[in-house]
């Protein structure tokens, strides 16, 4: 079974990249949502990209735990 995670960025952040290469080397499928796109969104994460949610979940804020996702995906 595949888990999936929505990933809350927007272009050019580098630490959204690295969450999102981690989310994948952990197996999950990873849909970016660009939170420039969506002004509810922009208000809302703005300062704290990147947000990961996992089964509906905000699970990660500002960089991925690499221990706490291991334990998520186990």
Same mark, same amino acid.
């Given at each position: 079974?595949?888990?999936?995670?929505?990933?809350?960025?927007?272009?050019?952040?580098?630490?959204?990249?690295?969450?999102? *290469? !981690?989310?994948? =080397? $952990?197996?999950?499928?990873?849909?970016? &949502?660009? @939170? #420039?796109?969506?002004? *509810? !969104?922009?208000? =809302? $994460?703005?300062?704290?990209?990147?947000? &990961?949610? @996992? #089964?509906?979940?905000?699970?990660?804020?500002?960089?991925?735990?690499?221990?706490?996702?291991?334990?998520?995906?186990?």
């Amino acid at each position: 079974m595949t888990i999936t995670a929505i990933l809350y960025t927007r272009p050019g952040c580098h630490l959204c990249q690295q969450a999102s *290469e !981690l989310l994948e =080397k $952990y197996g999950l499928a990873v849909t970016s &949502v660009n @939170i #420039d796109e969506n002004e *509810e !969104l922009r208000s =809302k $994460y703005d300062s704290c990209i990147p947000v &990961v949610e @996992i #089964d509906g979940r905000v699970r990660f804020r500002g960089q991925v735990n690499e221990v706490l996702l291991r334990r998520l995906v186990r």
